[in-house]
Structure formats: C-alpha cells, structure tokens
C-alpha cells in the first residue's frame, strides 16, 4: 500500500520503530494481536491497506515491551488524601503507558467545607485539579505525546460555579479538557428558570442556584473560550447498555467514551470509503480484532485488568464521513446525508452486535445487556480519529471539513500544502479548475464566495463554521441513535455567534438525545493562528488539543497537526 507523503511523515516521527516501514508496523501489530495466522493475515490485510486502524496506543505499542494497546481510561477518585494522591499515581501511570484520563470531581468535598480530622477546611475541587495537570506536565503518553485528561463534575456540587470558571485564565489547566455533568432535572429547571439544589458530597444540601443563570454561564464561557463542555450524564446512564456494573461519572479525554471508574477501552476506525462495499466483513473484522486487543494487551493497574476483563468494552467508529458524502455529492447539512448516518451505522450495530454474541457464544461467556446477549459491555463509539486518519489520508472521523485548502507542518515543522482532492477533482472534471479559483481557496479555504463555482458544488463542499447549528447537531444525534456509547465532535460556530446560539445548540443536542456536547466558535481564543483571510482555531480540528503558536503557525503537540498562515 503506497501511503501520502504525510502519511508517512507522521509514522515516521511517532509510530515507527527504529528500522520499520509500513509493511513492517503492520505485521507488528497484526502478529501480536492475532491468535493465529489467519487472523494475523485478515489483520494485516485490514490494517495495512487502511480499511480500518486502530487507536494510536495499539499501532504505537503492540508488539514492544510497552505492553498497552488502550487509549481510555477513567479513575476513581475518593474525598481523602490517601485516594487523591492514590489516583495522582496511578494517573502517572497510564500515562506512561500510553493512555488518556478522565476523573470525576463529584466526591470531592467543595472549597471551604469543613475537614472534621485537622479542624481545618477543604481546598476543593479545583485545587486539586492543578495538582493532576502539574503531574501530567511531567509525564508524556508512552512518552510520545502530551498528557491528555478530562475532568468533570456534576451541574449540582456546590463548587460548580468555580469549576465553570476554572479555565478561564489564560494557560490554566493546560491538560485538562473540562465538562460539566447536567442532570435532566436541571435541564426541566433550566427551561423552568427554576433553582434547584447544591448537593455536598458530605453535607448534603447546601444552597441552590438559578438553574437557567447556571447554563447561560456554561455557555458564555464556552462562547468564550470552547469551555466547558457537556456531559448528559442522565441521557447516558439511561442508554448504558450494562446497568448492572454500575453507573457512568465521566468520559475519557475526548468524551467519546462513558466509561465506569478503573475501566478501560480500545477503539478502532473503519476507513468508510473502504469498506463500504464489504461493510458487513469489515465490522465483524474488527470485532474480533478489538478484542483480540483486550487479550493482548497488559494494564498498566491491576484494578483496571480485572474491570475490563469483566466489562471487554470495545468502541468501534469511523473516519472519512466528509469523503464519503462529497464523493457521493451529498451535502454534509442535508436529510439525505443524515439519512444515510442512520442507515449505515445501524448496519454497523446490527453486525457488530451479532458477531459480539457468536463469540459470546464460541466462549460460552455471556454479558446480559439491555437489548439481549453478547461477549462486549459496549460495542460502537466514534472517536475523533486524530493522527489515524491523517495516516488513513482521509477526512477526521464525522466531522465536516475543516477547512478546504491549509498548511500541514507535520512534526518538526515540516510542511504540506494541502488542498481537498475531491473537490479539486470535480472542479476540473466540471472544467471549473484555473489559477484564479486555486488562488482564492487557499486565501479563504472555502469556495462559498467563488461567482464560477455552482451552488450544487458550494453545498456539497461546506467547511465546519459554515454549516449550522442545526446541521452540526442533528449529524451527531443521526449517529448517536445507533451508537452504543457516545460521539466526539465539535459543534462548529462562526465568529459572530451569538451566547443565545450556544445555549440554542445546548438545547437542541439535549433534545435530540446526544450524550454530550462541545462547542468553539471561531476565533473565540486569544493569541490565535489565521487559518485562513476569514478562520481561526486555538483547539486542534482531529484530537481537539490544545494548539502551541510559533510565528504564525499553530501546532498540536498531541497529534502533530498544524497549520500555518497560507
């Protein structure tokens, strides 16, 4: 397989080891995940001509003496100083094997409240949430990238106001991505412009807020700044397909993922354009794959082992969902594509499920989920692909483009122009192609105001901020409908929307059954990179880090993305 020249930029400054090649890493990864050398050769032909990848973890690790091959994990975390220190520690250590942490707040006593064994009084959440970011300052991912975690904290703990506010100061909580957990009850206040009541997690009620002026203040400060995000942690625990294990706190980093306290997943993308023909293959493929990895691999606690040995949650999603639909001439904002979302991805369930219940049966091993048997906790999530689809060379999981026409400095500032090859193919089948249209996509990185290009193309080729509230929301529920755990994506706002807008999408995604939500609005972060004449961003597009800026140019030190002033 003959991969793009940014394809193998990135492999070779992160994945591959000293020597290797593509052919190489594939037989790595194949050969340690697979039982025998059938399902090593089905393994190596799925990897190594990109019908699917697996997380980073797995491409990375399997195969070398860095035994872990998860990428989400979620910690438990107790109100006293041995579990707090507990979970610093053990936090450091899926670091270095390779992982991202999300942690639940919600049992730690607020700022202020009384400590009955020093007669002293608590420092709180937030505090304690600098401490995790100064440890993940120290410890790289498997040494390789930026630290990664999440943390939340329920809409009803006393100290949800300082919370909200915790990363509105410039560099605070670099680490962190932030959500908060909203219950319905204070989504029905909300709407009531009623109060509801602060709970402490050792005093118990301890005041009430205005519901309605609490969510109008997560979404200023998401206007703002891209943060917090929400978590319908209701909606969640509601559609958690094993009650019986426990209940959902938190995500991993990216939100993706609901998993119960020292639990762990792997995930894996399917290449749609790949497989769409031999769709049913395909996702048992990767079934069997994914758990394979769950046998595979090593933890890097013993209490996560034995959580996932109980649970095998595995998170199956995929990338390239703008290709598809360009390819098809279908516009990323229409009833027909989100038509299509449904379809396929209930395609994707009914196969993943049915082959989940045949090696429940082939093990004689059975987990009793809400809708009927099968080997697998949790079958499908959409993650946000990140490097894999850079390597993959298609579009980031089901997001829209971001932008048509950029700069990749991939690694260490080497740089790749880049402009959409669906798009300039149809432009020059349609004999649209010239230097002046050239010109005037990579200015913009848009064509919305290109006189010559017709507006079936211009619908089709859409970038994230110009699409609406409304098409970026009811994409992700069409998925969601389907999808066993939850959804990464980003709901893409222009630069002069508005707070009401934020609190339109709030509304709208709770109502329309997603799991959680995040918004940015462009150009919403000071000490930002032009993308183009008209965009901005400061939150990477594929794994939604944190970008570093250097003399015009924007990079991720989580993936290796990057753009520059065109």
Not at 66 to 92: G, H, Q, R, W, Y
Not at 367 to 379: A, E, Q, S, V
Request: proline share 3%; net charge negative.
């Amino acid at each position: 397989m003959k991969l793009s020249e940014n394809a193998e930029t990135v492999l070779a400054k992160r994945y591959y080891l000293p020597g290797e090649d593509w052919d190489g890493l594939c037989k790595r990864v194949s050969d340690a995940v697979g039982k025998d050398e059938e399902s090593r050769k089905k393994y190596f032909d799925a990897i190594n001509n990109l019908y699917f990848l697996p997380n980073s973890p797995t491409l990375m690790n399997a195969g070398t003496n860095l035994p872990n091959l998860s990428a989400c994990f979620v910690l438990n975390l107790d109100d006293s100083m041995e579990s707090i220190m507990d979970t610093a520690k053990n936090m450091a250590l899926v670091f270095k094997s390779g992982g991202g942490v999300g942690i639940s707040f919600d049992n730690i006593r607020e700022k202020d409240a009384r400590v009955s064994e020093t007669n002293g009084v608590a420092s709180g959440v937030v505090s304690f949430m600098e401490l995790y970011n100064s440890v993940a300052n120290c410890v790289k991912q498997g040494g390789k990238r930026r630290a990664a975690l999440m943390g939340s904290l329920r809409v009803d703990h006393p100290e949800i106001l300082n919370f909200i506010d915790c990363k509105l100061e410039k560099n605070k909580l670099n680490n962190f991505n932030i959500s908060v957990c909203v219950t319905d009850k204070f989504m029905k206040a909300a709407e009531n412009g009623e109060e509801y009541e602060l709970i402490s997690p050792v005093n118990g009620v301890v005041g009430k807020l205005n519901a309605r002026d609490v969510l109008l203040r997560i979404a200023e400060n998401a206007h703002e700044n891209g943060e917090p995000g929400i978590l319908f942690i209701d909606t969640a625990n509601k559609y958690n397909p094993i009650p019986q294990f426990g209940k959902y706190k938190t995500t991993n980093p990216c939100g993706e993922v609901y998993l119960l306290e020292n639990e762990a997943c792997n995930l894996l993308s399917l290449n749609i354009i790949r497989v769409i023909d031999n769709l049913e293959y395909y996702v048992r493929l990767s079934v069997r794959f994914l758990n394979d990895v769950i046998d595979a691999g090593k933890y890097p606690l013993p209490q996560i082992h034995e959580q996932v040995k109980k649970t095998r949650k595995i998170g199956l999603g995929i990338m390239g969902w703008a290709d598809y639909l360009a390819l098809q001439k279908i516009p990323y904002d229409s009833k027909t594509a989100r038509k299509m979302a449904e379809d396929i991805e209930a395609q994707i369930y009914e196969y993943a499920n049915d082959e989940s219940l045949k090696i429940a049966v082939e093990k004689n091993e059975f987990i009793d989920t809400i809708d009927g048997l099968r080997y697998n906790g949790t079958l499908l999530t959409i993650a946000p692909t990140g490097t894999i689809s850079m390597i993959a060379d298609c579009s980031s999981s089901i997001e829209p483009y971001f932008a048509l026409a950029y700069t990749k400095n991939v690694m260490d500032g080497h740089s790749l122009k880049y402009i959409n090859p669906i798009l300039l193919q149809i432009l020059e089948d349609e004999g649209l192609w010239c230097s002046e249209v050239k010109a005037q996509i990579i200015k913009t990185g848009s064509i919305q105001n290109i006189d010559t290009i017709p507006q079936s193309i211009k619908d089709v080729f859409k970038t994230a901020n110009e699409i609406s509230i409304s098409g970026h929301v009811k994409m992700q529920s069409a998925f969601q409908k389907y999808v066993d755990n939850s959804i990464s994506k980003t709901i893409n706002l222009q630069s002069d929307a508005t707070v009401n807008d934020v609190l339109l999408a709030y509304v709208m995604a709770y109502n329309e059954g997603c799991k959680g939500i995040t918004v940015y609005r462009d150009g919403s972060r000071n000490n930002q990179v032009l993308t183009t004449s008209k965009s901005k961003i400061d939150k990477c597009p594929e794994c939604k880090t944190k970008l570093s800026h250097n003399e015009g140019c924007a990079t991720c030190p989580g993936c290796g993305w990057s753009l520059c002033t065109i």
